[in-house]
């Protein structure tokens, strides 16, 4: 492996799941340093159980996000709070917000550069 460059190898990387990217970066401090480039972590899409501190801890490593895809499932502990922190953060590189089954009624995002009013 050491005769591949580490571009190829994040290229590699990018065809895992997010869950699979964790799991690469506890094989050893090189692999977390590969699995954890933000360029990997520029479409982040969440399916399962999470609550406000995990979209916290993914947006403090991985603020660079494009593409945010959320399906709210009713066991989520996620917050209007919460999604705020994300479209805050992220604001200036999300290009794109999928919100499905969502029933927050109403959730208000500004930011400098943007204003959204999303209703679901």
């Known amino acids: 492996m050491e005769l591949i460059p580490d571009e190829v190898k994040v290229q590699i990387l990018s065809y895992l799941s997010l869950s699979d990217l964790c799991q690469v970066s506890l094989v050893s401090r090189f692999w977390n340093f590969l699995a954890l480039d933000h360029s990997l972590w520029r479409y982040i899409s969440i399916k399962r159980n999470t609550n406000d501190e995990t979209l916290s801890r993914i947006i403090e490593k ?59």
């Open 62 to 120: 991985h603020p660079y996000i494009t593409h945010f895809n959320f399906k709210y499932k009713n066991n989520d502990k996620v917050t209007e709070a919460g999604l705020s922190r994300v479209f805050v953060q992220c604001g200036p590189t999300l290009s794109h917000i999928f919100l499905d089954a969502c029933d927050l009624v109403r959730f208000i995002f500004s930011s400098s550069s943007q204003s959204f009013l999303f209703i679901f």
